[in-house]
């Protein structure tokens, strides 16, 4: 290359590096315009996006319009480019700005009402049902407390179904119950933005520790649409999982072996699927104290939850094979399913999808043997896990996330943000259907 090409090249980087900052700037405006949007519309009341739900956000509803699947739509589209303008420019974000856009947005979501889901009313009504009228929720679903105020809110396919979360989780939100549905459903949100934060404190730790780009890293997952909007603005318990999950992945750094295998047991009685963290832990460390510590943590959780509940509070293995019977529109199977003709997943193809599931596994925990990265076999089987649900939902796709983003396998990353964009395309495609 000659000198001119050399210093035309240098100049060219010079004002890329100059606009850089203004660029990126440019897309945390459009993150935070498109939140705005959402939750300012969302406040109006009930919709077909906004779940029926106590006034919460009363106040912001005089703002905007109710929300519609259009506006809906076109600020997720929004938000999602911005996040990636974000990800190419993440390096000239300070860690200042960084922190100050993700408090924004968490600020945002948290004044608002819940988006998109009713499932913080079954987590409500699961824990009413025990502390207000001692009945168990793993025996009955929300059907058994029809006078309830909170029954009005929860979800119609829930209301006859059990809980399938972990004992930890039930008794974790048994003390918002006396609060009433307002208070405990404020309780819910403070708890989910607690968990948000904890999780994205360890995530900087871990990438620290890796030598990753913290900064990047915690725009990649707190700035996240499918994080942001769906997982923070619908409280979902699988942020006290992700919490979980990372506090397992900074002990595991720390060589506290013991106390991380705990943490994953610990998060698998608040939702099973980091269960399968364990055995890459195992496999990488090879340590018998993280064999002493799941198992007290194990036995210690289940005598908890046998106190409790009795024999159906511990009986997880049960309660995911009755969620896994469940069939979503927005599932991977399904698509494939209407792809080959079919008209929805079958039970042989269930079948199918746990021996694969079952073979990927497999060979991720002889890889992680054989000396790969378990941080990244962890963020593989659950990228798998989600891919192969018949039952998925935004916020499964986020589990793999964490561990992408401190992941020694950037292949990883991509193959997570690629999954979560074909999820997004598929939520996009009514923008595109004709007008009848």
């Given amino acids: 290359m000659s000198v001119a090409a050399q210093s035309e090249l240098r100049l060219a980087r010079t004002r890329s590096a100059q606009w850089a900052p203004a660029l990126a700037a440019v897309c945390a405006l459009v993150l935070v315009a498109a939140t705005a949007e959402i939750v300012l519309d969302g406040a109006v009341g009930h919709s077909a996006l906004i779940p029926k739900s106590p006034q919460i956000a009363g106040w912001l509803s005089g703002i905007g319009e109710r929300l519609g699947f259009r506006v809906f739509l076109i600020a997720i589209l ?30 945002i979501v948290f004044v608002g009402p819940i988006l998109l889901s009713t499932d913080v009313f079954s987590y409500i009504a699961y824990a ?67 968990a948000s934060a904890g999780t994205l404190a360890l995530v900087w730790r871990c990438a620290r520790l890796r030598e990753i780009n913290p900064v990047g890293a915690i725009l990649l997952v707190g700035a996240n649409p499918l994080y942001v909007i769906y997982c923070l603005g619908g409280a979902h318990n699988d ?15 720390a060589r506290r072996d013991a106390p991380a295998a705990a943490a994953v047991v610990a998060g698998a009685l608040v939702k099973a699927t980091v269960a399968a963290l ?8 090879r340590s018998r104290a993280q064999i002493f510590g799941a198992l007290a943590a194990l036995v210690l959780g289940l005598l908890i939850g046998l106190l409790a509940f009795g024999v159906d509070g511990i009986n997880i293995i049960a309660a995911l094979n009755r969620d896994a019977a469940f069939v979503s529109t927005d599932s991977f199977p399904t698509e494939i399913a209407h792809l080959v003709g079919k008209p929805g ?20 925990m002889w890889r992680t043997w054989r000396g790969y990265d378990w941080v990244a076999a962890s963020g593989w089987a659950l990228l798998a896990i989600s891919v192969t649900s018949s039952w998925l939902l935004a916020w499964y796709i986020l589990w793999p996330l964490p561990l992408a983003v401190i992941s020694r396998d950037r292949r990883l990353l991509v193959a997570t943000l690629a999954v979560q964009a074909l999820f997004i395309v598929h939520q996009l495609t009514p923008l595109f259907a004709p007008v009848s």
């Fill in 78 to 107: 929004a938000f999602s480019a911005g996040y990636a303008g974000l990800w190419a420019l993440g390096r000239t974000v300070s860690k200042r700005w960084a922190i100050a856009l993700i408090a924004v947005l968490h600020a």
């Fill in 128 to 194: 009413r049902m025990g502390v207000e009228h001692g009945i168990n929720p793993y025996l009955h679903g929300p059907i058994a407390i029809p006078h309830d105020p909170v029954y009005h809110y929860v979800g119609t396919d829930w209301k006859l179904v059990a809980t399938a979360y972990g004992p930890l989780y039930t008794l974790l939100s048994y003390p918002f119950a006396p609060l009433g549905v307002e208070g405990a459903l404020w309780g819910m949100k403070v708890l989910a933005m607690l």
């Fill in 239 to 253: 942020l006290v999982m992700l919490l979980l999950m990372m506090a397992a992945v900074s002990l595991t750094f």
């Fill in 278 to 285: 364990l055995p890459f832990m195992i496999l990488a460390r």
């Fill in 345 to 364: 997943v079958f039970p042989i193809d269930h079948d199918l999808l746990k021996a694969a599931l079952v073979v990927v596994g497999l060979h991720l």
